[in-house]
């Protein structure tokens, strides 16, 4: 079996495979057309965001048994297509789910005892233990929208802090008492009743892109600290803005970007009013899409995949 990687992952993948007797191609260096065009004959690809898999991408590797997609998220694959196929997807979201769950806390509490702000203020020469009075997390309830790996990651993350966890999920019937029984599963109504907090964990879907704008923000009872660790379209970048500047957001943690390019290299902001305000924002601190960006999840994505690729054709 021959697997072509289009993508540069952690070298255990190729290791892996190999071991079990397939041959494993190197074509990170090539454009993806191209490397498609010089290995037809493929069984398995292996690549991460910035390829888009589609019907003609799949019409090129007519003995294409199978797609290693590096992460999680799946959008950028034809699932439709791959199916009619009877193409194999693999992804491995339980290899950064930890990283994911472990970044969304750390901007959580970097939001609520604004460490950003102190660690400028001191380095300034200033002294302003009141200006810089916490927020304290126990006690609090965390709402959790989407509950896949990197959601109850995250909430496993919280359960020895002493705050309370719900989470929302039209997709999963198997959230109410996870965790020892530490999470809650609610409606969406609920959610916005009762958070204090928002973090984000659901894919991106037609469903979900802009899920998260001003309708959606106003509609919460509280005021609220918002984490985005998931897929940047889901927020609105200008719902958000409008929701800081009317208080229904006290402040947000964004480790992705509405602006994103597909690769998640880089953003496409240039000359945009509304990336520059949420940039300038001092309610507002930022990531460069690096929650499940670890040197432990690096290895971990990959050796996932060898689990499930090996499993179903080694």
């Known amino acids: ?3 072509l990687f289009l993508d540069t992952v952690h070298p255990i993948l190729a290791e892996r495979l190999t071991g079990a007797g397939m041959t494993c191609v190197d074509e990170t260096k090539a454009h993806p057309q191209q490397a498609i065009q010089a290995h037809p004959d493929s069984e398995g690809i292996v690549l991460r965001s910035r390829i888009r898999v589609d019907a003609t991408l799949m019409d090129g ?31 491995s979201p339980e290899g950064n789910r930890d990283a994911v769950g472990e970044h969304a806390l750390g901007m959580l509490l970097s939001l609520m005892n604004l460490l950003r702000e102190a660690d400028h203020s001191v380095k300034a020469g200033q002294w302003d233990r009141e200006g810089h009075r916490g927020t304290e997390l126990s ?18 993350k919280l359960t020895g802090i002493g705050c309370r966890i719900i989470a929302h999920d039209p997709y999963r019937h198997d959230v109410d008492g996870d965790h020892g029984g530490k999470v809650t599963a609610v409606d969406l109504p609920t959610l916005q009743r009762e958070s204090d907090v928002l973090s984000i964990h659901c894919n991106l879907t037609p469903e979900t892109r802009g899920l998260v704008d001003r309708a959606f923000l106003s509609g919460f009872a509280k005021p609220i600290f918002l984490i985005n660790t998931a897929r940047g379209p889901i927020v609105s970048s200008s719902g958000l803005l409008d929701a800081l500047q009317s208080g229904h957001v006290i ?18 902001s240039e000359g945009d009013p509304i990336w ?39």
Not at 142 to 151: P, S
């Open 139 to 156: 006690g609090r309830t965390v709402g959790i929208l989407g509950y896949g790996h990197m959601g109850s990651a995250f909430a496993g």
């Open 1 to 3: 079996m021959k697997v």
């Open 251 to 268: 402040a947000a943690g964004l480790d992705v970007f509405e602006r994103e390019t597909t690769s998640f290299e880089t953003v496409a």
């Open 61 to 91: 590797l007519p003995n294409l048994r199978f797609i290693c997609r590096s992460g999680a998220g799946l959008e950028n694959i034809d699932l439709a297509s791959a199916s009619a196929r009877n193409i194999q997807v693999f992804n």
């Open 276 to 314: 520059m305000r949420l940039m300038a924002h001092p309610r507002v601190q930022v990531s460069p899409h690096v929650a499940g960006w670890t040197e432990e999840s690096y290895v971990k994505l990959s050796a996932y995949l060898a689990d499930k690729v090996i499993a179903a054709f080694g």
